[in-house]
């Protein structure tokens, strides 16, 4: 199941995309606030879902752990977002993980 989000993040070009409870709902636009505005008005949205995102970095991946998400899949992440999720017991992978400079850089990039 995790294939499929990560196909419709990359084929769908969306920023994140969310499976929980066998729904999948995707989003476009700045990654980290749509992840504030999850918490904030759905949070339930994030309790054992898996997640794919385009970048991964630090506050994120706070808001990821604290929500509950179970795995995640993140095109770019930053070394302290993979030790927060890893260190909540969140499943990650990703195709690029970077350091806070690469990973702000990148970032930068993605209009975050």
Do not use: C
């Amino acid at each position: 199941m995790m294939q499929q989000l990560i196909d419709t993040l990359h084929n769908e070009q969306h920023t994140l995309v969310v499976l929980h409870d066998g729904r999948v709902t995707t989003y476009d636009g700045q990654g980290v606030r749509r992840l504030y505005n999850i918490m904030n008005e759905e949070p339930e949205l994030l309790y054992d879902a898996k997640v794919a995102v385009k970048a991964v970095g630090r506050s994120a991946a706070s808001m990821m752990a604290d929500g509950g998400v179970a795995q995640v899949f993140a095109e770019y992440i930053s070394q302290q977002a993979y030790d927060t999720l890893t260190g909540a017991g969140i499943k990650v992978s990703f195709d690029k993980k970077l350091d806070h400079r690469e990973f702000l850089e990148v970032w930068r990039k993605l209009g975050e």
